[in-house]
């Protein structure tokens, strides 16, 4: 994008990637939490006389007044507080995609799992994009930094935050910087949020993670796995197809699906087995190039396949990401 199409377009938020992550990650855990309630309860549904209030409805409110907080209020407090009620709506919306996409209106319609973690696999793939590539101009320094100052007239800034504010408009030039800080005396003071209960634990846990997934005994059977279990998958399908018993799967285009990607997948990872020896940076470049086929095209079919029974797998997957990456990581820093 060119600077003059740029600054045709509103300032861009700073904060842009963490709305549109809270976003995704409340939608995701309203999708599970809603379908573990509804299997456990035996899908009952709210109404009677004839009537049936899906629980798109309550989507559809939920993103009304997710939108409604993000307009109505200042500040980045309440846009969070808008992407998480937005996201809760948008999870008991998607969640009744089925519906709206058969004839028959089928909640229980097979490819609405597949279809559900497409949705969302974009969104990440959008979200993290952004958070990426998002480089703001001068001027959209200053216009987040005067946003800050807006946000903190009611509840105020903790020093921190301020700290944050004028590393924004640093090089904005001295009168820039100068009135922003003046601004700032102007905004009351607030201490540090207290430490919430869930936090220490949080914290050693990522920090257990970080180190688990430095360890060359966690590295090796990782990089075992992403060889042997992709194969393994396309032996199982050729296998069924030779028993016949795929003609009898219920959704036998979504295991050929899922059969090509781990196809693709197995073929990356061998190839990074091979360069192992004289190249291990490339060798995990190949192994993340292999989860993300798995991750962005391979689950789509897996959830089509076996349904909500996939987080298990997606789960897996994304811990072997995290082991791949950190690796990876490593070597790059070491070269």
Same mark, same amino acid.
């Given at each position: 994008?060119?600077?003059?199409s740029?600054?045709?377009? *509103?300032?861009?938020?700073v904060? %842009?990637?963490?709305?549109l992550? #809270?976003?995704?990650l409340?939608?995701?855990?309203?999708?599970?939490?809603t379908r @573990?309630?509804?299997?456990?309860?035996?899908y009952?549904?709210?109404g009677?006389g004839?009537l049936h209030i #899906?629980?798109?409805l309550?989507?559809?409110?939920?993103?009304?007044?997710g939108l409604?907080?993000a307009?109505?209020f200042l500040?980045?407090a309440?846009?969070?507080?808008?992407?998480?009620?937005?996201?809760?709506?948008?999870?008991?919306?998607? !969640?009744e995609?089925g519906?709206f996409?058969? %004839?028959?209106?089928?909640?229980?319609?097979r490819p609405?799992?597949?279809?559900i973690y497409?949705v969302?696999?974009l969104?990440?793939v959008?979200?993290?994009?952004?958070r990426?590539r998002?480089r703001?101009?001068p001027?959209?320094?200053? &216009?987040?930094?005067?946003?800050?100052v807006?946000g903190g007239?009611?509840?105020?800034?903790?020093d921190?935050?301020?700290?944050?504010t004028?590393r924004?408009v640093?090089g904005?030039?001295?009168?820039v910087?100068s009135?922003v800080?003046?601004?700032?005396d102007?905004?009351p003071?607030r201490?540090? *949020?207290p430490q919430?209960?869930?936090?220490p634990?949080? @914290?050693?846990?990522?920090?257990a $993670?970080?180190? =688990?997934?430095a360890?060359r005994w966690?590295?090796?059977p990782v990089v075992?796995y992403?060889?042997?279990?992709?194969?393994?998958?396309?032996?199982g399908?050729v296998?069924?197809e030779?028993t016949g018993?795929?003609?009898q799967a219920g959704e036998?285009? &979504?295991v050929l699906?899922?059969?090509a990607? &781990?196809?693709?997948?197995g073929? =990356?990872?061998?190839?990074?087995a091979?360069?192992?020896?004289?190249?291990r940076?490339?060798?995990?470049r190949?192994?993340?190039l292999?989860l =993300?086929? !798995?991750?962005?095209f391979?689950?789509i079919?897996?959830?089509t396949?076996?349904?909500?029974? @996939?987080?298990?797998?997606?789960?897996?997957? =994304?811990?072997?990401?995290a082991?791949?990456?950190?690796?990876h990581?490593? $070597?790059?820093r070491?070269?």
């Amino acid at each position: 994008m060119s600077p003059s199409s740029r600054r045709r377009l *509103p300032p861009r938020a700073v904060d %842009a990637a963490a709305y549109l992550q #809270a976003f995704v990650l409340s939608g995701v855990a309203t999708v599970l939490v809603t379908r @573990a309630f509804l299997r456990a309860t035996g899908y009952p549904q709210l109404g009677g006389g004839g009537l049936h209030i #899906a629980h798109v409805l309550w989507g559809g409110l939920l993103m009304t007044v997710g939108l409604g907080v993000a307009l109505v209020f200042l500040g980045g407090a309440a846009r969070m507080t808008g992407a998480v009620l937005a996201g809760v709506g948008f999870g008991l919306f998607i !969640d009744e995609v089925g519906k709206f996409v058969t %004839a028959g209106t089928d909640y229980f319609y097979r490819p609405a799992a597949g279809i559900i973690y497409a949705v969302f696999a974009l969104l990440v793939v959008l979200t993290q994009g952004l958070r990426d590539r998002l480089r703001l101009t001068p001027g959209e320094r200053v &216009a987040n930094a005067l946003d800050v100052v807006v946000g903190g007239l009611g509840r105020g800034l903790t020093d921190r935050r301020r700290v944050a504010t004028l590393r924004l408009v640093r090089g904005a030039g001295p009168e820039v910087e100068s009135a922003v800080s003046a601004l700032l005396d102007v905004v009351p003071r607030r201490g540090p *949020p207290p430490q919430r209960f869930w936090q220490p634990p949080v @914290a050693r846990l990522r920090a257990a $993670l970080i180190r =688990l997934t430095a360890r060359r005994w966690v590295v090796s059977p990782v990089v075992v796995y992403l060889v042997v279990e992709p194969v393994a998958t396309v032996v199982g399908v050729v296998t069924e197809e030779v028993t016949g018993e795929l003609d009898q799967a219920g959704e036998w285009g &979504a295991v050929l699906g899922v059969s090509a990607s &781990a196809l693709v997948a197995g073929v =990356l990872s061998i190839r990074a087995a091979f360069l192992l020896r004289h190249d291990r940076r490339a060798a995990f470049r190949l192994f993340k190039l292999a989860l =993300l086929v !798995d991750l962005l095209f391979g689950q789509i079919f897996n959830f089509t396949v076996n349904q909500f029974d @996939a987080v298990t797998g997606l789960a897996v997957d =994304l811990l072997l990401l995290a082991v791949v990456t950190a690796e990876h990581r490593r $070597l790059v820093r070491e070269s």
